[in-house]
């Protein structure tokens, strides 16, 4: 499906460190923004979800935006003013 880059998943593991509970990575697209990714931690999976493995890591993704990850990477890249984001690329 996506290839995971060692900065994504780095960041990824630290917010699941802080998170009680959360066991699901919802992956969603910023619908503002080309290729930025929205991560929230979820506890469950919805209905219209997929689930992908990856590292022991559980990624959800909506079955309508599955093709915005195909054949992609997955990145997580901190901007000069603090921001952090991810992308596909």
Do not use: W
Not at 10 to 29: P, V
Not at 57 to 80: A, M, S, W
Request: net charge negative.
């Amino acid at each position: 499906m996506f290839i995971l880059t060692e900065a994504a998943k780095t960041e990824i593991q630290n917010r699941l460190e802080l998170s009680d509970s959360a066991k699901f990575i919802r992956l969603q697209m910023r619908k503002s923004c080309f290729m930025k990714v929205k991560l929230t931690l979820e506890n469950s999976i919805q209905e219209n979800d997929s689930e992908i493995i990856k590292d022991d890591l559980h990624f959800i993704i909506d079955k309508g935006e599955c093709h915005y990850f195909r054949d992609k990477k997955l990145d997580f890249i901190p901007d000069q003013t603090g921001f952090k984001q991810f992308e596909v690329i």
